[in-house]
């Protein structure tokens, strides 16, 4: 089936540094990949859609210019969190879905746990 | 975009059936309803997908009656490891041909299952 793989797992950063995550489809191609974040036992809050080759789209709320998304390729989407603080520690979720299925669901990254300190 | 609505939380024993509903009353024509599993500090795992009637796989079953404004997630004999929080998703499917839809997540089920 369609995997997502997202990298690192988990990362500590101090406060004010910028942290990179990736998120790819590993075998399946896709135009669009979403990206979540999740506070503890809370539901997954979309912050914003990630389109290959064009800017992405952010929720309201969402700082574009804190949440840089980069979606280089079919297979890469990259979320940075520029100047992190302690408030932006969550964890972080990706997901994509196969354009060469219809209806295909979507598929989500085992996530990434950002710690700031 | 369609809410839904679940239960916050049930409660079960190993080998029993459970059926989560949600409640899905602005349900679009396009919209297809779509399962996931989630356990602490994981990504969302597919369950099961449908868009009407009764929808089979290995692991569950999805009942969707023919107004569509409901569906039911059946379990059948729950385990331990089955504890986790079931979010219900309603949606455009329509990612073929670059159409995309975003799924907003609702506030889930904990399910939690005992000895």
């Known amino acids: 089936g369609a995997v997502v793989s997202q990298h690192p797992s988990w990362v500590i950063c101090k406060s004010g540094t910028s942290v990179k995550i990736e998120c790819r489809s590993l075998d399946f191609q896709a135009t669009t990949m979403f990206w979540y974040r999740q506070f503890p036992k809370q539901s997954l809050m979309l912050m914003a859609t990630s389109n290959e080759g064009s800017k992405a789209t952010y929720e309201q709320g969402v700082e574009k210019d804190k949440f840089l998304i980069n979606h280089a390729s079919l297979t890469l989407s990259t979320l940075t969190v520029t100047s992190a603080h302690p408030e932006d520690s969550s964890f972080y979720i990706c997901?994509?879905?196969?354009?060469?299925?219809?209806?295909?669901?979507?598929?989500f990254g085992n996530g990434t746990r950002l710690t700031v300190t | 975009l369609a809410k839904t609505t679940q239960p916050i939380s049930m409660d079960s024993y190993e080998g029993q059936e459970v059926n989560i509903t949600c409640s899905h009353n602005n349900i679009a024509t396009n919209d297809y309803i779509t399962w996931y599993q989630q356990f602490p500090s994981q990504g969302p795992r597919f369950i099961i997908q449908?868009?009407?009637t009764k929808v089979t796989n290995e692991v569950a079953s999805l009942f969707i009656p023919a107004d569509r404004k409901s569906s039911t997630l059946s379990l059948p004999r729950v385990s331990l490891s089955d504890t986790a929080v079931y979010y219900c998703l309603v949606g455009d499917g329509s990612f073929y041909g670059g159409a995309t839809n975003k799924l907003i997540f609702g506030t889930g089920t904990l399910l939690a299952v005992q000895p």
């Open positions: 449908g868009y009407k």
């Open positions: 997901s994509a879905s196969d354009l060469s299925s219809y209806n295909s669901p979507l598929h």
